[in-house]
């Protein structure tokens, strides 16, 4: 139990450090109205939009290894293409905390509602772009959540940025409840920066 509350709290610093202090708890979160946040493309950076419709999915190539992957409701994530499936099984990993809501989630779950998820239009990201990185991130967090927290970054080497530039909910259902609602649909733009070859 002590073990548990440890790495607990030990994960909330990931939110704070690792994750560049962007995920909180919907009690604190600032809120935002679909599409505030400009939308920006970095040099050097990989830069797409789309749109999704609730029940589905959205797929982008990044490159001839990673591809952007988007379900409504569900999540979005960086996968790798050719990953044996134990590396698919770690995806999440990256995509702290693991008991609330994530900054890669639009599913109106937890106590997030259907507005709570459009209006956080800007939401930052990182992923892994080999299964020898998931693999070692997934064995720190099991065995030494300090050392998960020390190597997150350099470990989790991709970045990305994704806003929400349009949307439309319902409260007609919802995949907790109708008061919590579902995204009918989204508009959305991606920012993916891969590290540099050494």
Request: net charge negative; glycine share 6%; hydrophobic share 40%.
């Amino acid at each position: 139990m002590l073990r548990l509350m440890r790495k607990v709290a030990v994960l909330g610093l990931i939110l704070v450090g690792a994750a560049a202090g962007t995920a909180q708890t919907v009690k604190t979160m600032p809120r935002k109205a679909p599409g505030a946040a400009k939308v920006e493309c970095a040099q050097g950076s990989i830069c797409f939009s789309g749109e999704v419709r609730e029940g589905q999915k959205f797929r982008k190539e990044v490159n001839a290894d990673l591809e952007f992957v988007l379900a409504l409701p569900g999540e979005f994530q960086v996968e790798i293409t050719h990953a044996e499936p134990s590396c698919r099984q770690r995806f999440w990993v990256v995509a702290p905390p693991y008991h609330a809501h994530r900054e890669n989630e639009i599913d109106a779950g937890y106590e997030w509602t259907a507005e709570d998820e459009v209006h956080l239009s800007l939401r930052e990201f990182r992923f892994a772009t080999s299964c020898e990185a998931y693999r070692i991130l997934y064995e720190l967090e099991e065995a030494d959540i300090e050392k998960f927290v020390a190597n997150f970054k350099t470990l989790a080497n991709g970045e990305g940025r994704f806003w929400i530039t349009d949307s439309k909910v319902t409260h007609a259902h919802g995949r907790i409840s109708e008061e919590h609602g579902a995204v009918e649909w989204i508009k959305f733009s991606v920012e993916i920066k891969l590290p540099k070859a050494k």
